[in-house]
């Protein structure tokens, strides 16, 4: 069983940057894929970004490739999503989700941390 916990969101102007990081607890930590996905007002929770065991794949959304980078780091038990040329869009609450296997599918992931909101203003 792993427990994450987000944190790193607050507030932030069209175009800027925010790392969020989300900190795993358990020493199977290295085991589990990694994801972010995010919430919007009004919408349903979305895949955003998921990072495999091994940390070599990774895949993003499209609303996102190219402006987001997931990394892990197993020795702090520790995984980022640097957000860059952030848009109002991005404007959710953003969640670190841990799983056995690397999917977009939010009921494919099995421990979820509480979120963070990121607000993007324009």
């Known amino acids: 069983q792993v427990q994450v916990v987000e944190s790193g969101g607050g507030l932030v102007q069209a175009g800027g940057s925010l790392r969020l990081s989300c900190a795993a607890s358990?020493?199977?930590?290295?085991?589990?894929?990694m994801g972010w996905f995010r919430q919007a007002p009004g919408k349903e929770r979305e895949f955003v970004a998921i990072?495999?065991?091994?940390?070599?794949?990774?895949f993003y959304a499209d609303s996102v490739k190219g402006r987001f980078t997931i990394s892990r780091d197993d020795a702090n038990n520790t995984v980022y999503l640097q957000m860059n040329s952030l848009k109002p869009e991005d404007t959710a609450v953003y969640y670190c989700?841990?799983?056995?296997?690397?999917?977009?599918?939010?009921?494919?992931?099995?421990?979820w941390g509480k979120g963070t909101l990121v607000t993007v203003s324009s």
């Open positions: 989700a841990a799983g056995e296997q690397v999917t977009m599918r939010t009921d494919g992931m099995d421990y």
């Open positions: 358990g020493r199977t930590f290295s085991s589990y894929a």
């Open positions: 990072i495999s065991w091994s940390g070599s794949s990774t």
